[in-house]
């Protein structure tokens, strides 16, 4: 079960249940411990919660103390996830005692995990205070294996936190390794997590293994690293074996195909050094959940609650999503590879679309908040990015009107012209026209002003 290999484990209780003799009434207990385990991983709540009642009524009749708290620890779970709050805090605490009177270390570490969960999920203040007490005894005692382990949510919930808060990070980054913790997709943890594979490809290639730049001995392995970033490209959407073979062996049959794919991705998993890190399955390539951070997922991540937050006129947040994003963005797509094949321009052109969205968005949100040199200084980096861009200029224009800087707006204005007309034989929008306009009146009054003065 702390494998999380369904199959083994039922057959693991069946055989437990074939052995059960009323003589070694004990192996009662076990049986419905680890039954109420397996309920609880993957059946039915309410049939968990019966077999750890059982569990514990059993093993306090037979009188064994540390059986009895392994099995009213369970019970509180049990009851936690069945809506039964009361009566979990009631019997976490009986544990709790109990691993107290027996000055048993490793009891009382899973019951302050426990009360800490219980205790998150209740949004009360105290649960960091029992994550720090029990993640200090496991890593006094470097508890590393144990039952519990096969529980995800529960240990989820630790490592994110405890990442997050920078709680025994040593110690929690070593359980993450060992147990293969996976990040749920709702925690915004990329910085601090302890992700084994990083790879940068905003402004070029760059892949990092247990913090170590992989580098290659040799002459370059070309194919399997051709693969890779084609995976890269299509992160974290998988990548459908067929496509695969057409764009990197345009001229193979199918079955020749399918052969050097096999053979590249074998190679490619020996370079990595993960056998795990990359899965085929249904006939799909994909990056494996928990092994991998890329910078430009990351970069539209931070994008993405970028404009949630600005949505929610939430503009403080908003500005350290958008600083966060293009704090991560340091150039173009996987720059420098060439050719240029259309699986990885339309990557490029993406991203860079995406960019582009986000400083207009960006400006907008400093323009909210009255930061009018802030936002120019966002525009301006929007032309050097695209300087087809008409908005950049819009907003230049208007955001010069607004901070009194008229002969600016006005030059603003004539480059854009001059740009549209010369390079795209198009007049400016009317939009522009229009913020040119305002401009022009604005300057006459401020110049009127002057003259009566």
Known sequence: MTRGDKRLAQAGIDQLAFQLDESHYHGHSVYHHFSGWFQLLWGDPRKALAHARKATEIADETGHRLATLVCRIQLAFCLFENDRKKEAWREINRAWNGSRKTGSAIFQFMVLLVKADFAARAQSPVSLRYLRQGLAIGRRHHYVNMVWWGLPRLWQWVA??????????????????????????????????????????????????????????GKSPQKPLALFKHIIARAPAADGVETVIDDLWPEADRDSGASALSTTLNRLRRLLGDPAAISLANGYLSLSPGHWWIDAIAFEKKASAARRSHRDQNMKMALTHYRDALALYHGEFMAGEKPASLWLATRREQLKKQLVDLLINYGRCLEALNRNRQALSVY????????????????????????????????????????????????????????YRKVCAAATIREADGARK
Request: hydrophobic share 35%.
């Open 380 to 435: 301006q980096q929007g032309i050097g990015l695209d300087r087809f861009e008409e908005i950049f200029y819009q907003r230049l224009i208007d955001n010069c009107r607004r901070l009194g800087r008229y002969a600016e707006a006005v030059r603003h204005y004539h480059t854009c012209c001059r740009l549209l007309e010369e390079e795209l034989g198009v007049p400016p929008s009317e939009e522009t026209q229009r913020l």
């Open 160 to 217: 994110v936190t405890a990442m997050q808060r920078g709680i025994e990070t040593d110690y929690v980054k070593e359980l993450i390794h060992r147990h293969r913790i996976v990040a749920p997709a709702y925690a915004c943890i990329d910085e601090c997590w302890p992700w084994p594979f990083r790879v940068h490809t905003l402004g070029g290639l760059k892949i990092e293994r247990h913090g170590q730049a992989l580098v290659f001995s």
